[in-house]
């Protein structure tokens, strides 16, 4: 598992290779392709019965605008805001005269990832914030992350999206609770460049912040150069916890914030 979790650019190189349909050899030499690799879908489904939209966002509409037995095809008119549902968002969405999402390189969506799994400290507390020591205590086990890897949290929130009781939590005076990044955390990532100018956080919930903090101060550390955030994703069970890509998909928008995502968990082979 340490040598799977020490994979760098290189084998992030080597995988881009793939995925553009070449076949390079893997970190052992060893030629492999797609037919060998697994993919996994991290997004909800975009259903306007179950998207839950951040307080003050627009809410999400689907509406049927032509059917097949009156028009001879069939389309849909999307409504929403460029965060919502599973969604990343680029760094110009929290910090000015950062890159925008049409001003990033490929490289920033297509990264290394490692998945720490807190759902057994997060239970039912929406105030659990991940700590350098819950990181330290996953490496010991995992080894070191590697640079501008995307860290992705899984709290087990992903688990109340059809329950919006449970997934906004909010208590008696309207105050939102879902558990995050500490940040102490996030600036120890970033410092030790394991978030460095590349790479970035997931997590199953609304952002990296807790619910509680209003002033975003996680997401401001995180969005910063090339870093993104990956946001209300799904499917974390299928993702290992090292040795991972992830590939963010959607549309670019001009000037974009982020936008809703279909984001992939690719899974090379093991050695």
């Not at 990264?111 to 807190?118: N, R």
């Not at 299928?238 to 809703?260: D, F, R, V, W």
Request: overall charge negative; proline content about 6%; charged content about 15%.
């Amino acid at each position: 598992m340490r040598r799977r979790a020490m994979m760098g650019a290189a084998a992030v190189a080597g995988l881009a290779g793939v995925v553009a349909g070449g076949t390079p050899a893997n970190a052992a030499g060893k030629p492999f392709g797609l037919d060998r690799l697994q993919l996994v879908s991290l997004s909800h489904v975009n259903d306007p019965a179950t998207t839950n939209v951040f307080p003050g966002d627009p809410a999400f509409h689907l509406d049927t605008i032509a059917t097949i037995e009156n028009d001879g095809y069939f389309l849909q008119y999307v409504r929403e805001g460029e965060h919502t549902n599973t969604h990343w968002g680029a760094p110009g969405h929290f910090n000015a005269g950062q890159p925008l999402a049409d001003q990033l390189d490929l490289e920033d969506l297509f990264l290394p990832a490692v998945k720490i799994d807190a759902r057994h400290k997060v239970g039912d507390n929406g105030d659990y914030a991940l700590t350098i020591a819950d990181i330290k205590q996953w490496e010991h086990k995992h080894g070191r992350i590697p640079d501008e890897s995307m860290v992705i949290l899984w709290t087990g929130w992903e688990y109340r999206w059809t329950n919006p009781t449970a997934w906004y939590n909010y208590d008696a005076a309207g105050v939102m609770h879902q558990p995050g990044f500490s940040l102490d955390a996030a600036n120890w990532l970033i410092d030790t460049g394991r978030i460095g100018h590349r790479g970035g956080t997931g997590i199953d919930t609304f952002g990296p912040d807790l619910g509680t903090d209003e002033n975003y101060r996680v997401s401001l550390a995180v969005y910063q150069q090339h870093r993104i955030s990956l946001e209300i994703l799904a499917n974390l069970a299928a993702l290992p916890e090292t040795g991972a890509y992830i590939l963010c998909g959607g549309h670019i928008n001009k000037n974009g914030a982020g936008s809703t995502a279909l984001i992939y968990g690719i899974i090379p082979p093991a050695s």
